[in-house]
C-alpha cells in the first residue's frame, strides 16, 4: 500500500510562483517514475513533467517555466512552478510507479490531487 501526499497548491496571481510538493510513502522498494498531471475543468488530463532517473521531460506548454526535481531519500517529488498563467489553473495530480519488493512489477499510485489557481 502506497500513499502520494500533494501539498502546496493554492491560489497565485499570474507571473507569480509556487512549488509543489508530493511524498509518497508506505510499503517501497524503488520508485520508478514519478511525474505531474493536471486536468482542468472540461479538458483532458495531461502530462506536465516527468522524472525518471535522471532524465526529465516536459510538457511543450510548461518548458522553460517549471522545474521537477526529486529528493530519493524523502521519496519525494517537487514541482517549481514560475510565471505562472491563467491557462495553468487546474488541480495537479501527482503519480508514481512504484515496485514495492525486489523481482516485482511495478504498481502505480495517484495523489488525490492539490488545487492551482492562478489569476489574471
Known amino acids: 500500500q502506497v500513499q502520494l501526499v500533494e501539498s502546496g497548491g493554492g491560489l497565485v496571481q499570474a507571473g507569480g510562483s509556487l512549488r509543489l510538493s508530493c511524498a509518497a510513502s508506505?510499503?517501497?522498494?524503488?520508485?520508478?517514475?514519478m511525474d505531474w498531471y493536471r486536468q482542468a475543468p472540461g479538458r483532458q488530463r495531461e502530462l506536465v513533467a516527468g522524472?525518471?532517473?535522471?532524465?526529465?521531460n516536459y510538457a511543450d506548454s510548461v518548458k522553460g517555466r517549471f522545474t521537477i526535481s526529486r529528493d530519493n531519500a524523502k521519496k519525494t517529488v517537487y514541482l517549481q512552478m514560475n510565471s505562472l498563467k491563467p491557462e495553468d489553473t487546474a488541480v495537479y495530480y501527482c503519480?508514481?510507479?512504484?515496485?514495492?519488493?525486489?523481482?516485482?512489477?511495478?504498481?502505480?499510485?495517484w495523489g488525490q490531487g492539490t488545487q492551482v489557481t492562478v489569476s489574471s
Open positions: 503519480y508514481a510507479d512504484v515496485i514495492a519488493f525486489y523481482g516485482s512489477s511495478p504498481s502505480r499510485y
Open positions: 522524472i525518471t532517473g535522471g532524465s526529465t
Open positions: 508506505g510499503i517501497i522498494f524503488r520508485i520508478n517514475a
